[in-house]
């Protein structure tokens, strides 16, 4: 038989274990960090603004702006937090990601100068049809030339960027993979994978708007925490959602076969009228149709100069983000970073 105090002892011990807190546990409600807060809260604004559609070019714009915002969070957070809790892999993967982004990018101006040279060639065709080029036939057999001109345009942009497409769609496919910590995240990694999802987001609606007969859907964003019994953070949950509608939204336009801007589907829709009366024959052009056509045209190169600004933007930022990225490849394979 045990001694009382033996025994005493032993009660006090087990009693102690069981009212001890567990450190495997995560607290109830989960603590969201500063930057969990801000994302959510700009990508809620994003998808809750009734004057500005995903379809519209006001969106894309801000849906750059967005991204660009959370690469420059990213760098800061670098200069702030080490890499911890990224393996060497991972690092190298986002390196590549990055890279491609840059290439969608520089791929995604290169499509605003093409549909820069649509509004331009139907600015001609306009000119010559609202007789300031000469003679009755001779204008309209240059505005038929600049109008062919569209139609060649209209073409090239038809055929997605299908290299790129099929890149952004395995990265989406691909969650970032990070160490786990009880307390969630940490800073860096958190940051990382924001700025990676909202580029993501950004550009691949860009390049499925961009086009004049869609033929991709948006690329899709994994998370982390979406698989294996995992949690997502709510920026990952309403990120998910917003790219969910926004590809719901392109998909049944890109079955109507029609243009998935709003300013790119109206300025085409008004061109193909005025070239529908022009080669019907018809000897007075409805100067009604003409002055809405030219109207439009404004509004898309207007349009495209705001979305060559800020691509422009999210290109400079990534090539930012990649410097950061290869700073910590180097750490990870235990070289020292000189600094100048």
């Not at 060649?152 to 990070?178: D, F, I, P």
Request: with cysteine; glycine share 8%.
């Amino acid at each position: 038989m045990k001694k009382p105090s033996t025994l005493l002892r032993s009660i006090s011990t087990r009693l102690s274990t069981r009212l001890a807190p567990s450190p495997a546990v995560a607290p109830w409600p989960p603590v969201r960090s500063a930057y969990d807060r801000w994302l959510a809260a700009e990508i809620d604004e994003l998808r809750a603004d009734p004057l500005a559609p995903c379809t519209s070019a006001a969106w894309l714009g801000r849906t750059i702006g967005l991204a660009v915002a959370a690469q420059r969070r990213l760098v800061a957070s670098a200069k702030s937090a080490p890499a911890s809790g990224i393996d060497r892999k991972t690092i190298d993967e986002c390196v590549e990601d990055t890279a491609e982004l840059l290439d969608a990018c520089a791929g995604l101006r290169d499509r605003l100068e093409l549909i820069r040279s649509y509004a331009s060639s139907m600015r001609i065709a306009l000119h010559w049809l609202e007789g300031r080029g000469g003679g009755a036939a001779t204008a309209r057999r240059h505005a038929a030339a600049a109008f062919a001109e569209c139609e060649a345009v209209e073409r090239r942009c038809g055929a997605e960027l299908a290299k790129c497409g099929s890149n952004l769609r395995k990265l989406g496919e691909r969650a970032l993979q990070t160490k786990p910590h009880p307390g969630g995240r940490a800073q860096c990694e958190e940051s990382l994978a924001g700025a990676r999802s909202a580029a993501l987001l950004a550009v691949g609606a860009l390049g499925v708007a961009l086009a004049f007969r869609p033929r991709r859907s948006v690329p899709g964003i994994a998370h982390a925490g979406s698989g294996k019994g995992g949690e997502a953070a709510p920026w990952e949950c309403a990120l998910q959602e917003m790219q969910k509608h926004v590809k719901e939204v392109y998909e049944r336009r890109r079955k109507e076969g029609v243009p998935c801007m709003a300013e790119l589907e109206v300025a085409a829709a008004d061109g193909r009228t005025v070239k529908c009366a022009l080669t019907t024959g018809g000897r007075h052009l409805p100067e009604a149709a003409v002055s809405a056509a030219r109207k439009r045209c404004d509004e898309l190169e207007e349009k495209v100069v705001m979305l060559e600004q800020s691509i422009g933007e999210l290109h400079r930022e990534l090539i930012g983000v990649r410097i950061v990225l290869l700073e910590w490849a180097q750490r990870a394979r235990g070289h020292e970073v000189l600094r100048f």
